[in-house]
């Protein structure tokens, strides 16, 4: 096996080769540190490369996989080396939210998505690249270099996980950590022919912060495999003490949902999402194709979709709000940033348009009482390039954001689970993505489908030409 090959084997085939000791965490750790060096420098995944710190936690690792009698007991993902979204703090990593005034700014703790990795075994390589405050579905923050997609760097990585997307898809570390506020994990990994899963509302612990936007966002996995995503959900989900809301555990693991067959079930499907444009074509057929292949497992297929319109409004008001409750001064602030923050409005607009969300959104999870699935566009077109709008005001950037991302957010502000999937690729050589729902805290579903779907779909294209050397 070279170098390459090993690369872009799945997390959970690398957890066990080091059980077998047939690579060592010191090696795998070098072999990503060494990939960064080469290629990160045209594509712009990490903010931050902890060599030092990542090269400590490998050689701990390594002594103690050698004195381990019993390897049993180590944790699932033990050596496996891993990248955290700069929206996470990581003691002895700087966090800068994709803020160019903090680049300095060194925390002395692990929030808990930070700590449930570590305590599945592991090793932080650094930080990940991500949108200013997270705002943005293309990662290219004033004052950090953009990021570029591997599979055509004139093209963005998608945002506001767009980082963990590049470095996963370019072998740079087999699996990452990313959040989703309105499709900040999916959407990365359609552009970048990955699995993602946005998982349901409580599954995941905000602590020790909170939740400042009416649980809108969550962490999740972005993977190139569905078992490695769904094992990383498994390492991630679970109550921490002194969350607002939760979710108990589901009946088994995630990971073991991929081994099953889902009976027949009622599945919805759509190519658009009113009142914003049409699907493009290559976007459409992609959609149609993992229809055609859900129709062939023995689902029952009908077209629909929930009416997402009233839901657009109190939506914007609240992700506006986000940069506000920031508390960052004007300053530090993009344009964009500073006019989202602008248009807020009061604490009473805030509360106004939570409350019409949610009244909103009952009716959309009403939709699920007669589907199990929806099956939809990730974005309604393809990735954008690199700086393709970093030259409209803030009011049309916003128009081209909400048209491109339409069929995401509802499902944000819904609570809903959704994983997107890769499904073939366009003339750019751009992976194209599907997005699967599901029902409220029914992850178990969505990825017993996804599963199927993998075994079936072609995914010839997992290492991008730019990083196969």
Known sequence: MNSVELAFKPALELAQLIRDRTISPLELTQLYLDRIARYDSQLGSFFTVAVDMALAD????????????????????FGVPTGI?????????????????????????????????????????GKTATSELGSFPYTEPPGFPPTRNP??????SGGSSGGAAAAVAAGLCPIAQGSDGGGSVRGPAACCGLVGIKPAKGRISHAPVG??????????????????????????????TGDPYWLPPPEIPFLAATQQVSPPLRIAYTYDIPPFNQAEPVVKAAVEQGVKLLGTMGHHLEMGCPSIEELIEPFIKVWQAGVGAAGLPDAALSPFNYWLKEQAGSAG???????????????????FDHFDLLVLPVYLHQPIKVGEWANLSPEETLVKIQ??????????????????????????????????????ADELTLIRVAAQLERVCDRQFLIPPLVNH
Request: aromatic share 8%; proline share 7%; net charge neutral.
């Open 211 to 240: 939740d400042y936007q009416s649980g809108i966002s969550s962490n999740g996995p972005l993977a190139r495999t569905v078992a490695d995503a769904a094992a990383l959900l498994d390492v991630m989900s679970g109550y921490i």
């Open 151 to 156: 599979w055509n760097p004139d093209y963005t």
């Open 403 to 440: 048209h491109w991302v339409a069929p995401c957010p509802a499902f944000n502000a819904c609570g809903l689970p959704a994983i997107t999937l890769p499904m073939g690729q366009d003339d750019n050589g751009l992976p194209v993505g599907v997005q699967l729902v599901g029902k409220p």
């Open 85 to 125: 979204k700069d929206l996470n703090a990581v003691a002895g990593m700087p966090v800068t939210y994709g803020v160019a005034a903090l680049k300095n700014n060194i925390v002395d703790y692990d929030d808990g998505v930070t700590m449930r990795l570590k305590g599945a075994g592991f090793i932080i390589l």
């Open 349 to 367: 607009d805030y509360l106004q348009a939570v409350r019409q969300m949610q009244l909103i959104s009952r009716k959309i999870v009403a939709f």
């Open 58 to 77: 490998a050689k701990t690792k390594t002594e103690q996989l050698i004195n381990t009698s019993d390897l049993k007991l180590l944790p699932p993902f």
